[in-house]
């Protein structure tokens, strides 16, 4: 079955400066990729999420990209600010298993003021 | 304000006993997921269910727990016997179709002691 592996699992970041969080997936056929966060205490809530048609998606400070041959996908955050402290978790959607969502295994975000 | 909607929020209990939590899923959503997520922070399928059939749950201990979806507005996980090493927050999901947004519930807090 899918297996997505996500990096680091933990990242500590200076405001201001950019934070990358990366994913690696197992089925080539997996064809939707959703980010989500989850602040402390609360659920998880989607933030972004890219196609396999597409390389690139931004939305305002953040931006994930897609690299199908290398099965792998990443999460940009610009400017960090201290609200974007939390547990980011990649998923990936496999075709074959009509849309069961395996979660990357998550990372968390501390922003230093 | 469409929500999922889980019960109880938190629930503490002695090891042995039958634990019961519930999900309202946002209405017109065909697809419910359970998900576990202890303090290690992942998030781990339980099941899910299209159009309430259940379509995997392979990550379920089948001994102790059961999912089953008497109607469109409920879904049910329940363990029993509970144990100590059940005590995570279990999160309900839905969405509309494949390949979509899942939204999810706030969760419920279980404690076995």
């Known amino acids: 079955g899918e297996n997505v592996e996500q990096h680091p699992s933990t990242l500590s970041v200076q405001e201001g400066d950019s934070a990358v969080i990366k994913c690696t997936y197992s089925?080539?056929?997996?064809?939707?990729f959703p980010w989500y966060k989850q602040e402390l205490g609360k659920r998880p809530q989607l933030i972004i999420d890219?196609?396999?048609?597409?390389g690139e998606k931004k939305d305002q400070r953040i931006a994930v990209t897609l690299n199908k041959t290398a099965k792998h996908f990443s999460l940009h955050i610009t400017e960090t600010q201290p609200e974007d402290s939390a547990v980011y978790f990649c998923?990936?959607?496999?075709?074959?298993?009509?849309?069961?969502?395996?979660f990357g295994s998550g990372t968390r975000l501390s922003i230093r003021p | 304000d469409a929500r999922v909607t889980q019960t109880p929020r938190h629930k503490v209990t002695e090891m042995g006993q039958e634990v019961t939590m519930r999900c309202q899923p946002i209405?017109?959503?065909?697809?419910v997921f359970w998900y576990r997520q202890t303090m290690m922070q992942g998030l781990e399928l339980l099941a899910y269910?299209?159009?309430?059939?259940?379509?995997?749950d392979s990550g379920m201990p089948k001994d102790r727990f059961s999912a089953e979806m008497p109607d469109a507005t409920l879904a049910t996980l329940k363990i029993q016997p509970s144990e100590p090493r059940d005590s995570a927050v279990y999160f309900c999901?839905?969405?509309?179709?494949?390949?979509?947004?899942?939204?999810f519930g706030q969760g419920t807090r279980l404690t076995v002691v």
């Open positions: 999901a839905s969405g509309s179709q494949v390949d979509t947004e899942a939204f």
């Open positions: 089925d080539s056929a997996s064809n939707y």
């Open positions: 890219i196609r396999s048609n597409v």
């Open positions: 998923a990936a959607i496999p075709y074959s298993s009509a849309s069961k969502i395996i």
């Open positions: 209405l017109g959503h065909n697809t």
């Open positions: 269910f299209r159009n309430r059939a259940p379509l995997d």
